[in-house]
């Protein structure tokens, strides 16, 4: 029994089975997914991964482009929090070029396991060359925006080190708006 308040719910053992056939109907259709049915168990654990790096991408993206950079010059910062920042940012971008790796493999994985590239509709083939190029700037963020900050911060050049970290927030915001349509395309394509 569930309580709640002194209210009795009484749950039995087949809600559960019915509450999962339900989601899976809802997610995938009664007939199931699109994909080959022999697939679905190296499929799920490749979409697994992809999820779980997908997560950690696009919501740091979203947090440092939208909250918290264009925030940070009119905190007047400290040149310990601007060395505190860049530190944050080399961490984010390398667990980015990790993510995005991730995203990479497992998402060309799921291209196989759906047949190939041959059987991909038009929607599906949009999100895997945008996907690439959302993947792909992580290593951008990396190697040229966070150097940039770097660059600066070793230089002591605080308006070089701000104007860094203007275009590491324009970028995740480019990247992060990117990839919300990429989602919507992938979600779209999904019902060909």
């Not at 997908?54 to 740091?60: E, H």
């Not at 909250?67 to 929090?81: F, G, I």
């Amino acid at each position: 029994l569930y309580r709640n308040r002194g209210n009795h719910v009484p749950l039995y053992p087949q809600t559960f089975q019915v509450a999962l056939r339900i989601a899976a109907d809802v997610s995938w259709g009664p007939a199931g997914p699109f994909f080959l049915e022999e697939n679905m168990p190296s499929f799920a654990i490749w979409q697994f991964f992809h999820l779980v790096a997908l997560l950690y991408w696009v919501g740091g993206l979203i947090l440092l482009g939208f909250y918290w950079l264009p925030r940070w010059p009119r905190m007047n910062p400290s040149r310990q929090a601007w060395e505190n920042l860049q530190e944050i940012l080399k961490g984010f971008s390398l667990g980015g070029v990790i993510a995005a790796s991730l995203l990479l493999l497992s998402g060309y994985a799921m291209v196989l396991g759906m047949g190939g590239f041959a059987v991909l509709s038009p929607a599906i083939w949009l999100m895997v060359i945008l996907g690439t190029m959302v993947a792909l700037g992580a290593f951008h963020l990396f190697f040229a925006a966070h150097g940039r900050l770097r660059k600066a911060l070793a230089q002591a050049d605080m308006v070089m080190a701000e104007k860094s970290v203007a275009k590491y927030a324009a970028f995740a915001r480019f990247l992060a708006i990117l990839s919300f349509l990429l989602t919507l395309i992938g979600v779209l394509g999904v019902y060909r």
